[in-house]
């Protein structure tokens, strides 16, 4: 998964693709990103992280055919209704939900968006 934007190469974060070549020779590495393929320097390997498991936010916008989402009550901050409705909605064919029936009933029923505090009105003034 790309971590960060490369305008240069045209991908962005959260595009996930495949690892198709390694040359150590000439310090370089192919990647599959969707129809195209993308050379990356061993210096630009930063810029990647494996994407076995990846957050509900990273994921917003893209598909997969199966996901797993854990709905514990031990994070509790996290079970909010938006969250597992985007979680739930990433999947093409299978969802499973590794849960406790209250934590999904406590997911479920808290629809209360957390206000932020950005101060972003007074960024925008300057």
Do not use: C
């Not at 129809?35 to 994407?51: C, N, P």
């Not at 076995?52 to 989402?69: D, P, Y």
């Amino acid at each position: 998964m790309q971590i960060t934007n490369n305008y240069d190469k045209e991908v962005f974060n959260g595009d996930i693709g495949h690892i198709t070549a390694l040359d150590p020779v000439n310090q370089v590495m192919a990647v599959r990103l969707d129809d195209r393929q993308v050379e990356y320097d061993f210096s630009e390997l930063d810029e990647l992280v494996h994407a076995s498991a990846i957050s509900v936010h990273k994921s917003r916008g893209s598909e997969f055919r199966a996901v797993v989402v854990p709905v514990l009550t031990q994070h509790y901050l996290m079970l909010q209704r938006n969250l597992l409705y985007t979680a739930v909605t990433r999947a093409r064919e299978l969802v499973v939900l590794v849960d406790s029936r209250r934590a999904i009933a406590i997911a479920v029923r808290n629809n209360r968006v957390v206000e932020r505090h950005t101060a972003l009105d007074a960024r925008l003034r300057v």
